[in-house]
């Protein structure tokens, strides 16, 4: 089974609200992924988790905090967003950073209003 | 460096058709291939992948690929084209032996239509 969990599936949320994004993967898994995409655009990857470490940060604005409670979850927590923001955040994962292919969920529909 | 080239962006093929999706890498090294599928509202699932290994690479729901290090070309194909087929097509590439993100290059996308 290669299945990536994400909740919720849709959110809308006002600009000053606080929300998050969840993810669950139950294969053992030590590498797990952000990536957002807009519309028509191949995804891009936001902060990779290698063993519950954040190992990368693409220059990612502060208002998206991620959060890696688990080796099974991943959290992402949203404040303070703007409507440029609203795009599908796909979560995967991977048995490891280096090296194997990667799996990844249904994503979270966002839009900021 | 690496880099995918995607050369189609929009393909549309007749149902019962064979379909070719063209898809060309650069890599500084040997390189790690992948075609992802993503259906309407959905995320993206695998479809193939190249790992050094043989170089024509089966996957699912009849699709094929072939490696040809040569063209530094990894198209995919299928005999014939369904409608449940109708879709976006990434192809990734990645340095390392099987893909990690920190390696991991995506092409723009080939939306394949299919036409009843």
């Known amino acids: 089974d290669t299945e990536v969990t994400q909740t919720p599936k849709h959110l809308v949320m006002g600009m000053t609200n606080k929300k998050s994004l969840k993810c669950e993967q139950h294969?053992?898994?030590?590498?797990m992924y952000w990536y957002k995409q807009k519309a028509k655009k191949p995804p891009e990857l936001m902060f990779v988790?290698?063993?519950?470490?954040?190992?990368i940060n693409e220059s990612v604005p502060s208002r998206f905090s991620p959060e890696c409670p688990n080796s099974s979850l991943l959290n992402l927590h949203l404040h303070a967003l703007q409507p440029e923001d609203s795009a599908l955040y796909l979560c995967?994962?991977?048995?490891?950073?280096?090296?194997?292919?990667?799996?990844f969920g249904e994503g979270s529909w966002l839009t900021v209003v | 460096a690496q880099s995918v080239t995607q050369l189609d962006s929009h393909v549309s093929v007749s149902e019962g058709t064979p379909v070719l999706l063209r898809c060309n890498y650069s890599s500084s090294y040997s390189p790690s291939l992948f075609w992802y599928v993503q259906h309407p509202n959905k995320g993206l699932q695998l479809l193939l992948k190249?790992?050094?290994?043989?170089?024509l690479v089966k996957g699912i729901n009849g699709f094929e690929a072939e490696f040809k290090k040569s063209e530094t070309s990894f198209h995919l194909t299928k005999p014939s084209a369904h409608m449940s087929d109708a879709a976006e097509y990434f192809c990734?590439?990645?340095?390392?032996?099987?893909?990690?993100?920190?390696?991991?290059?995506f092409g723009k996308g080939t939306h394949l239509i299919i036409q009843p």
């Open positions: 294969m053992g898994h030590r590498a």
């Open positions: 988790y290698s063993y519950e470490k954040l190992s």
């Open positions: 995967a994962s991977s048995p490891s950073s280096a090296g194997n292919t990667i799996y």
């Open positions: 190249y790992t050094s290994a043989a170089t």
């Open positions: 990734v590439v990645s340095t390392y032996s099987g893909g990690g993100a920190d390696g991991l290059t």
